[in-house]
């Protein structure tokens, strides 16, 4: 055991992955060297972000990469989680910055792992559309013969829940569409890509290959039979929906109705087997029946005609973005998903977890990482068969429909300037990470 600020730390099993993530369009910055992506026509349109601004230089990331590799080296890190951008790749000498990247991460001892899709989808092309899947496919090919020499793990997506639910069923993130459950076959064609960029990988050679999915455990509101539905019906909509075609190779109750024609045919491709499963986890969701006034998801307010509403939970803190911090909720979820799957559930990585709270001497981030780097070695000591743990984010960055209002970042970027300042919990992780090799 080791001693921090908040009482004994458990050690973790010799060859845990400790790391840090971020992804290209909220930090890398030179819109001007890329092609453009859905979100920036998205952040050209006046109202979409809440302080009105772009990622055009976010935090300049392309250019002052060598500075955040030396901060990955400074914290200590095993690998650094970063997304390779479409458009940069589309874009003459897009594939040569990931080469330099990789090079400096390798150079400081730290574990590239590339993200290959992070919503920043190329401006022209529509998850809506079939086609696009096979696209990522070609792109995905066209990384992994470049880099795929120095990368030992890959990602094929990001949360395809979110992107599919608040950028094409709400609209409030990139590319806009408000189209409810019409937006369905864009959960389906992402889930395609995901099968045709396992397979693209394993053609490249690579191994050692997951998705980021994210979940949260839902509880009903209440025992009224009317909450228990509408809770499990949002458990169906993002977890199930998203976990059990790249799982168990099939579409939870009832869903195929609702995906394009043929939909099934792609199943045995969406479930290409996976060396391991990654999570995204910030909070659980309590769930009850449609209330008349719209609720909240993440800050975006939900349409009444919606199935459920999302209610607040008494009694937990929250962060600065009003999200519950229930870190005991990712012990459930992860002892939930292996009793859920058994065996179809491969080993799994914590790929995202974070808060978003302001000031350097972020006592409040340090509790919430303390309580779930606990929540995470209580779900090992129970038997679940967890790798790693990646901390979101390493820097403050543009957080999409929110501009720069939220500061999920270990280390304060001063959008003015660029400045780079590590804040109190940069180095308590740091620490973490020395007593865990100590």
């Not at 910055?97 to 401006?123: I, K, M, N, S």
């Not at 086609?131 to 020499?149: C, E, K, N, P």
């Not at 929906?241 to 609702?258: C, I, K, R, S, Y």
């Not at 070695?377 to 984010?393: I, K, M, N, T």
Request: proline share 8%.
């Amino acid at each position: 055991m080791v001693t921090d600020a908040h009482g004994p730390l458990p050690r973790f099993p010799d060859g845990f992955l400790w790391g840090v993530s971020t992804s290209a369009h909220q930090i890398e910055g030179a819109a001007d060297l890329r092609e453009p992506s859905v979100w920036d026509v998205f952040t050209a349109e006046p109202g979409r972000v809440k302080d009105g601004s772009t990622a055009a230089v976010a935090c300049d990331h392309y250019h002052r990469y060598p500075e955040d590799v030396a901060l990955l080296a400074g914290l200590g890190v095993d690998a650094y989680r970063f997304s390779v951008s479409w458009p940069r790749v589309n874009s003459p000498g897009g594939l040569d910055f990931y080469d330099r990247l990789v090079d400096a991460l390798c150079e400081a001892g730290v574990q590239p792992v590339p993200t290959l899709f992070h919503w920043d989808l190329p401006a022209g092309l529509d998850w809506l559309d079939r086609d696009t899947a096979y696209r990522f496919a070609d792109h995905v090919s066209g990384v992994a013969d470049r880099l795929g020499d120095r990368v030992p793990r890959w990602i094929t997506l990001n949360e395809p829940a979110e992107h599919t639910l608040l950028g094409h069923a709400l609209g409030t993130h990139a590319p806009g569409k408000a189209l409810l459950f019409d937006a369905l076959p864009a959960a389906h064609h992402q889930l395609l890509a995901h099968g045709l960029a396992v397979r693209a990988l394993r053609a490249a050679g690579v191994t050692n290959i997951g998705i980021a999915n994210s979940h949260s455990p839902v509880e009903p509101a209440s025992a009224d039979p009317a909450d228990v539905e509408a809770a499990v019906f949002y458990d169906l909509l993002l977890n199930r929906l998203f976990a059990e075609p790249v799982l168990l190779g099939q579409f939870p109750d009832g869903t195929a109705a609702l995906m394009p024609e043929g939909a099934e045919d792609d199943l045995r491709i969406i479930a290409e087997p996976l060396d391991w499963y990654g999570i995204n986890y910030y909070a659980p969701a309590r769930v009850g029946a449609p209330q008349e006034k719209p609720t909240e998801f993440g800050g975006v307010a939900l349409p009444a005609e919606l199935p459920f509403s999302l209610r607040e939970f008494e009694g937990v803190p929250v962060t600065d973005f009003g999200w519950p911090v229930v870190p005991e909720a990712l012990t459930g979820l992860l002892t939930g998903l292996r009793d859920r799957y058994g065996d179809r559930l491969p080993p799994l990585v914590i790929t995202e977890n974070g808060c978003s709270y302001e000031g350097l001497d972020d006592q409040d981030r340090i509790a919430y990482l303390d309580g779930h780097v606990r929540a995470v070695h209580a779900a090992l000591a129970e038997g679940v068969d967890l790798r790693g743990y990646f901390v979101w984010s390493l820097l403050d960055n543009f957080e999409w429909a929110e501009g720069y209002a939220r500061r999920f970042g270990l280390v304060d970027v001063d959008f003015a300037t660029l400045r780079r300042t590590p804040k109190a919990s940069y180095h308590w992780y740091r620490d973490l990470l020395r007593a865990q090799r100590g």
